[in-house]
Antibody, heavy 125, light 110 residues
Framework: EVQLVESGGGLVQPGESLRLSCTAS????????IHWVRQVPGKGLAWVSE????????AYADSVRGRFSVSRDNAKNTVYLEMNSLRVDDTAMYFC??????????????????WGQGALVTVSS | QSVLTQPPSASAASGQKVTISCSGS????????VSWYQQVAGTAPKLLIY???ERPSEIPDRFSGSKSGTSATLNIAGLQAGDEADYYC???????????FGGGTKVTVL
């Protein structure tokens, strides 16, 4: 079965750290781009971070740059999101997703075709 | 505040058609492909439409997408109770070099 499974969510205090894992199965993980998207309860989707297939390219939203770090271990079919200096406004459900990316003369296509079930991160004192 | 603008809600009677708009700019929808996602309450988003109008094989043809200029549209025909969900558009933004999501539209079946 093609799937992504997140783990590592939980309740932490402001300023603390947490590491989320996203483990894949059912597809060739080592050729896949993986993104993180978060959703504050009751709100919309917001892109957080991405990593390319071999880990040589990483990108972050302005709101998390310098605090969050994405990495991957293709031998374990797993992507990690290391979250440091967590703030109350980082409270959200965090989804990992496989993204198909293509570029042509017509434009860029970025398609989130497989999503994990999400990991809830709560930052509260 | 999302750069891609969607109406917060849309509704129609069972069996009827609902249309959801997604408005952007020349740096995102105007130059790149649009995808659409369905999120039923309490679940993860699910891909509905990619490359403006293509459907994954498991998505029924009641769902269709289109794009014109800097706007995109999702149509849901033959509305069913199971279609009640939040719907999000998304597109790459060349100026920001990130993917943008719309604010989401909650569809209610009357």
């Amino acid at each position: 079965e093609v799937q992504l499974v997140e783990s590592g969510g939980g309740l932490v205090q402001p300023g603390e750290s947490l590491r989320l894992s996203c483990t894949a199965s059912g597809f060739i993980f080592s050729k896949s781009f993986i993104h993180w998207v978060r959703q504050v309860p009751g709100k919309g989707l917001a892109w957080v971070s991405e990593i390319n297939s071999d880990g040589t390219y990483k990108a972050y939203a302005d709101s998390v740059r310098g605090r969050f770090s994405v990495s991957r271990d293709n031998a374990k079919n797993t992507v990690y999101l290391e979250m440091n200096s967590l703030r109350v406004d980082d409270t959200a459900m965090y989804f990992c997703a496989r993204v198909n990316w293509s570029f042509s003369s017509i434009g860029v296509a970025e398609t989130f075709d497989i999503w994990g079930q999400g990991a809830l991160v709560t930052v509260s004192s | 505040q999302s750069v891609l603008t969607q109406p917060p809600s849309a509704s129609a009677a069972s069996g009827q058609k609902v249309t959801i708009s997604c408005s952007g700019s020349s740096s995102n929808i105007g130059k790149n492909y649009v995808s659409w996602y369905q999120q039923v309450a309490g679940t993860a988003p699910k891909l509905l439409i990619y490359d403006n109008s293509e459907r994954p094989s498991e998505i029924p043809d009641r769902f269709s997408g289109s794009k014109s200029g800097t706007s995109a549209t999702l149509n849901i025909a033959g509305l069913q109770a199971g279609d009640e969900a939040d719907y999000y558009c998304a597109a790459w933004d060349g100026s920001l070099s990130i993917v943008l999501f719309g604010g989401g539209t909650k569809v209610t079946v009357l």
